[in-house]
């Protein structure tokens, strides 16, 4: 006997198909209608809505770089202008004292501080976006080379930060 003729004589047997042909057709018609409807809503909600988020999101994320590129171009010419700013290097040892002062200094509160062989590991809880950019740029301008930085956004211009400050 062959696999198939297996699965047919097994299938006679179910009770689910016994069932099936006792409905009237009317029942029938009606359950195969609600079946359809079924895969085609299932359809939608695992194929084609899941697939209309990520081309939005896609776009979306599109029109930010594209704002960006506009921006870069826009101001290329007056970051070339810009007179090269002499940087003179923090010395290692100075390193913590002055990201602790200046992180004071900008508002900004320091939630964990580790130094190691590489620098100074930091990590700031709900620091404002802004006032991190000019903290950074500020360390920047003493000497202090941000080496890995970890943002996570976390609404209202808030972000959550984890900075390697090496010291240049």
Do not use: K
């Not at 700013?85 to 939630?111: I, Y």
Request: hydrophobic share 45%; proline share 2%.
């Amino acid at each position: 006997m062959s696999l198939w003729q297996d699965v047919q004589r097994r299938g006679q047997a179910s009770p689910l198909l016994q069932r099936w042909q006792q409905l009237a057709d009317r029942d029938r018609q009606a359950l195969r209608l609600l079946g359809l409807a079924l895969l085609l809503a299932l359809l939608y909600v695992m194929l084609w809505q899941p697939v209309q988020r990520q081309l939005q999101e896609s776009r979306t994320w599109h029109a930010q770089q594209q704002e960006l590129w506009h921006y870069l171009q826009a101001n290329a010419e007056q970051a070339r202008q810009r007179p090269a700013q002499a940087v003179v290097p923090v010395e290692a040892s100075q390193l913590q004292g002055l990201v602790t002062r200046t992180a004071q200094q900008a508002g900004l509160r320091l939630e964990r501080f580790d130094s190691d062989s590489q620098g100074v590991q930091v990590s700031l809880v709900e620091a404002d976006f802004a006032s991190l950019l000019r903290w950074l740029q500020q360390l920047q301008g003493q000497g202090v080379i941000c080496r890995e930085a970890s943002l996570t956004r976390l609404g209202n211009g808030r972000v959550q930060a984890r900075l390697l400050l090496a010291a240049g």
